[in-house]
């Protein structure tokens, strides 16, 4: 199958996790009675490809939503506040369209053992991993052209109106960069499971090089990578949907970049490092690091100086919360499998970031 041909791939959820202790017989009861516009029988199934936020396909009749709740044994609330979460997709309603539209928000823990929310399911291919999904070939012409439409968008999702409507009060612009660096600092530490010094050294680099605060502050995601990304099956380089706002605030729009960056592996990188399934951005087609950064720049007008913090910013982002999950795992809150290897990829980022900082640049460019 060709990239023209990617109908048979759009992500698809399945049987919910074992172990898992969601009681479907009490969200049904709770969905008929809040789903007045829906009709026939409920059926829940999950999708089981993400790492945090809980995510589930709920069919009524003829109608497909999605669920989405924090993950069982969470304790960072911050993270994981389907309220916050569910009123950003409602103030996006109408300033993005590649925003899930939002249904209902339920605060009562009661129903599934914590607060979530309902929203639309958008249907189309997930790039996950770091290859296509099984059966999928994609071509080096398409693979460019969904890696700059992926760098386009966030250009245009740090171009909207910051203050607009329920954006009003998302975020404390003022002192963003100063608040992340020592906030997931503080995550590090308050998760750590074992001694890792490249991590640490890399966040006291982070502490001593901190840039000022941007003069113009957006709407920023968070998590901006490929596999929050929805493509259009009949074009895989036309974006539809961007899922997963749970991260999002306004703030600098260069740390947003940063944290897509820490995402994108380079054919140049340690060969441990590009075994991580981050997404299939060594795949010919995609640019590399600094081809993103010069691409953002030139769409969205902003300078990209401290190319090299806001990197090794999105590494260190990145490698918290493989240690939050990891340390979830420890503790027996989870007992996802994936979750238990976590620990490998906090050292393998955290050389990576080493290896950056003593290099003094992002990519193996001259």
Known sequence: M?????????????????????????????LASVLTDGSGEISIAQFRKGHSNLTYLIDVGQRELVLRRP????????AHDMGREYSILSALDELYDKAPKPIHYCEDAEVIGAPFYLMERVSGVILRGNRPPRGLEISAETMRGIALAAVDNLATLHGLPARAGGLADLGRPKGYVERQVHGWTKRYFDAKTDEVPQVEHAAAWLAENMPGDCATPALIHGDYKYDNLVLDADDLTRIVSVLDWEMATVGDPLMDLGTSLGYWL??????????????????PGNPSRREVIERYAEKSGCEVGDALFYYVYGLFKIIVIAQQIYKRFVLGHTKDPRFGAMIIGVKTIGD??????ERDRIDGLG
Do not use: C, M, N, W
């Open 352 to 357: 990576t970031a080493a290896r950056a900082l």
């Open 266 to 283: 380079d054919p140049d990188d340690p060969p441990a490092h590009k075994l991580l399934p981050f997404g299939p951005t060594l795949l």
């Open 2 to 30: 060709d990239s023209s041909d990617a109908s048979s791939v759009v992500d698809s959820a399945q049987a919910i996790r074992e172990g898992e202790t969601l009681d479907t017989a009490k969200l049904k009861t709770y």
């Open 71 to 78: 993950p069982f044994g969470a304790a960072i609330k911050s």
